[in-house]
């Protein structure tokens, strides 16, 4: 859990990073079309960064069923790496084919976190 939480605070950090990157340098070197495939992979990245870390936290907190908080902290960090990472790339390197097929396998990492999620706040219910 406490590796998540770390995980996130990098995630965060790059996340801006990344972003002012973007906005700064890239601006005048990506067309609007390229410009806008590198802001979402911005966007969900740090989205996802936010809910590993609130996962993290979750999960550090000692109650039951940790284990989903966790396992859901690492789902998005695998969806922020194959998802955003493979748009990062799509924008920057044009290579379409190739790294455009990791970018749904991403959304299913960001959906199965948000569904372990759901799942132990169902399991809080009973």
Do not use: C, D, N
């Not at 990506?30 to 996962?55: D, F, P, S, V």
């Not at 109650?63 to 748009?87: H, K, P």
């Amino acid at each position: 859990m406490r590796t998540v939480v770390v995980l996130a605070a990098v995630m965060g950090f790059l996340g801006v990073g990344l972003g002012a990157f973007g906005a700064h340098a890239l601006r005048q070197r990506l067309g609007e079309e390229r410009l806008k495939t590198y802001q979402t992979g911005i966007q969900y990245h740090l989205i996802h960064a936010l809910a590993m870390l609130l996962t993290g936290v979750l999960a550090g907190m000692g109650s039951s069923g940790r284990g989903w908080y966790e396992t859901a902290g690492w789902l998005f960090f695998v969806g922020i790496v194959l998802f955003s990472g493979s748009l990062y790339l799509l924008a920057l390197e044009r290579l379409e084919r190739k790294w455009g097929l990791l970018t749904p396998l991403g959304g299913l990492f960001f959906l199965s976190g948000w569904a372990a999620v759901a799942i132990r706040m169902g399991m809080s219910a009973h």
